[in-house]
């Protein structure tokens, strides 16, 4: 099973995915968080990665696509994989694509956690992450119920550095500009599903695992 989530910044792509990834027993990719993990240990990479995160901006294709092709061709990724913020323009599609063609593999789903842009905001500046485990909270709609700590790790929990409301704002110009093009990409390889994301998020998952199933 190899699925690509897509959707804008805070429709909920990380949160479908760990339940996927928990569920189906794949692994959940997401360059996001591998960009962070890089960040917080002080990689050159993360060195890069993060003047265009802090900005909004994307990082460069040719940082992200070696990257998550190599990821792919670990052991852990032979029964299938989540990928959750890749790809996110069409250069990387066709990347991905294409190191799946040499394999004689292709995608099976790419989804779509549809969210309209007024709900966005007030997710992200609820939203809490985890310094630790990569766990994610949101203050209203799924609180952890440690308060201020990760339920799972025991770490604090933080907002994230473009998580404030004008560099979302510029998240989002970005991700209709580069990102949304993907939609007719995959709609073209007649693989692309759209669930309603503003539903409660137990709602959206029982969407997603039905057109897994079908
Ligand atoms: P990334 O980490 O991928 O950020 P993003 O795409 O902007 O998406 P988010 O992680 O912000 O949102 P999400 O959809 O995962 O939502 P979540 O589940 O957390 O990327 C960060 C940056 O890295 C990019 O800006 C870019 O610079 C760089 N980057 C990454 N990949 C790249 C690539 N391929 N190429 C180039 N650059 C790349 O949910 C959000 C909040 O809402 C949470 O608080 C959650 O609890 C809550 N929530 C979730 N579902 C619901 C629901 N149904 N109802 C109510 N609340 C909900
Ligand atoms: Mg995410
Ligand atoms: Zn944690």
Redesign the pocket.
Known sequence: MKIV?L????????????MIASKYQVPHI????I??ANIKNGTELGKK?KE??DQ??????E??VDL?IDRLSQDDCKKGYIL??????IP?AEALDAALAKRGEKMDFAID?D?PDENIIS??S????CTGCGA???????PSKKGDVCEVCGETLIL?D??KPETVQK?LA??HDQTQPLIDYYTGQSILKTVD?????N??FAAITEILEA
């Open positions: 989530m959707g804008a910044p805070g429709a909920g792509k990380g949160t479908q995915a760990k997401s360059t996001g968080d960009f962070r990665a265009y995160m909004g901006l994307l990082v460069p294709d940082l992200t998550v959750d913020g890749f790809p996110r323009t990387q956690v969210v997710r992200m609820g939203r809490r992450a994610t909270y949101h203050i209203v709609y799924n994230r473009d998580d998240r970005v991700y994301g503003t539903q409660d998020m709602d959206v």
